[in-house]
């Protein structure tokens, strides 16, 4: 079946790092994406990585993928105000469409 | 900014009334998707439609159809509707078909009322 799913919420200290966690449930997935939504805006693609990584990281921005525990996660460095938005991981798997998780809200504090 | 434009940004009507979301992709984009956000169903796929052609459908609902235009813009047509429409409607492009980047558009919030 498809299901990803992602906890509500994460609230963390600006300049700490945040991770953003999703589980998967199909594990032929190919490619898992990760999508950044701040207030009144569209989905903005941050990153991506094929089923056949393990890592992948840009700039401040570091993927994990585990495939036997089907657990991707998104650790942001240096967490700064800017990043508050609520952050979805999804799922494609020889189709074109998403599957999308419930999405996390990531709040910054100064 | 994507590159992705969708008209119009927001849109109040009532129900049983029937509007119609515009998109345009990205300058070389033939793929076309559409999502409905609501906060009951999340971030769900709709239908894709690449270089005119429908290509995949997920959870449209039969009162909702889609196309694809010469031009390669998409207009997504939502009819009868009902308060549980209202949600905010994206449309996403990519160059081809097939697992790849999608990149979104602003989005259309729609209230039915």
């Known amino acids: 079946g498809e299901d990803v799913e992602q906890s509500l919420f994460l609230s963390v200290r600006e300049g700490d790092s945040s991770v953003i966690n999703c589980t998967y449930t199909d594990s032929s997935s190919t490619y898992l994406y990760w999508y950044k939504q701040e207030p009144g805006a569209g989905l903005q693609l941050l990153t991506y990585i094929f089923s056949n990584m393990d890592m992948k990281q840009d700039q401040r921005l570091t993927v994990l993928l585990n495939k036997k525990d089907k657990h991707l996660s998104l650790r942001i460095a240096d967490t700064q105000t800017g990043d508050s938005a609520i952050y979805f991981c999804a799922e494609a798997y020889n189709t074109d469409k998403l599957i999308f998780g419930t999405g996390t809200r990531l709040q910054v504090f100064p | 900014d994507s590159g992705v434009t969708q008209t119009p940004k927001h849109l109040i009507t009532a129900t049983g009334q029937r509007v119609t979301l515009r998109c345009s992709p990205r300058s070389g984009d033939l793929s076309v998707y559409w999502y409905q956000q609501s906060l009951d169903q999340g971030l769900q796929f709709l239908i894709q439609?690449?270089?005119?052609?429908?290509?995949a459908k997920g959870n449209i609902l039969e009162r909702f159809s889609a196309q694809q235009f010469p031009d390669l813009h998409s207009e997504l047509n939502l009819s009868s509707l009902e308060l549980g429409d209202s949600a905010l409607y994206f449309c996403a492009s990519s160059v081809v078909a097939g697992v790849n980047e999608q990149f979104f558009g602003p989005g259309t919030r729609l209230t039915v009322l």
């Open positions: 439609y690449y270089n005119g052609e429908e290509r």
